[in-house]
T-cell receptor, first 113, second 113 residues
């Protein structure tokens, strides 16, 4: 039978602009959250993670924000570059579940030069 | 470059055949995982492996699946009798401890015909 694929949300930005990718997570018991970047033909590449005792964490050009009240996670990319074009996944880990990550659908980021 | 190498990069097999997917970490790690991603769908957890035994598995990981570290280095996923619906990208992931993020290989694309 034919499998129905999920349509990825797409975000299109101009090079140099800031990007914000959003994610709603499902389990209020999750205590660890992580963002991955996946380029075509490659495996997920770790970007940044955050634990539930934090609201914000910054990396190089990236910031993750966690709002536990509404179960929302966002990834901000500053000064977006063409090399940032990829699919971005958020994933959550329920406390005690040894990195049994539950993944979001993914957002496709397209950076226009 | 990924911390883990997966082979083969692409495997085509006929339904009912056995396949073995391999994962070789670059350095010593304690925790190993297999995830899969059916085309156009979410990444899904299959199994976690620690101290030479399965620590957790999903409902996908039925009796047709098995994992092992035959020589203390390679980490393998065996599918005993492949089905059409096993066609997917299979990703190996590793971490040194449960507090650290998972690092993924570039995956094996399994095509069952």
């Amino acid at each position: 039978g034919e499998s129905v694929g999920l349509h990825l949300p797409t975000l299109s930005v101009q090079e140099g602009d800031n990007s914000i990718i959003n994610c709603a997570y499902s389990n209020s018991a999750s205590d660890y959250f992580i963002w991955y970047k996946q380029e075509s033909g490659k495996g997920p590449q770790f970007i940044i993670d955050i634990r539930s005792n934090m609201d914000k964490r910054q990396g190089q050009r990236v910031t993750v924000l966690l709002n536990k009240t509404v179960k929302h996670l966002s990834l901000q990319i500053a000064a977006t570059q063409p090399g940032d074009s990829a699919v971005y996944f958020c994933a959550e880990n329920k406390a005690g579940n040894n990195r049994k990550l539950i993944w979001g659908l993914g957002t496709s980021l397209a950076v226009n030069p | 470059e990924p911390e883990v190498t997966q082979t083969p990069s692409h495997q085509v097999t006929q339904m009912g055949q056995e396949v073995i997917l391999r994962c070789v970490p670059i350095s010593n790690h304690l925790y190993f995982y297999w995830y899969r991603q059916i085309l156009g769908q979410k990444v899904e957890f299959l199994v976690s492996f620690y101290n030479n035994e399965i620590s957790e598995k999903s409902e996908i990981f039925d009796d047709q699946f098995s994992v092992e570290r035959p020589d203390g280095s390679n980490f393998t996923l065996k599918i005993r009798s492949t089905k059409l619906e096993d066609s997917a990208m299979y990703f190996c992931a590793i971490t040194g401890n449960v507090g650290s993020p998972l690092h993924f290989g570039n995956g094996t694309r399994l095509t069952v015909t």
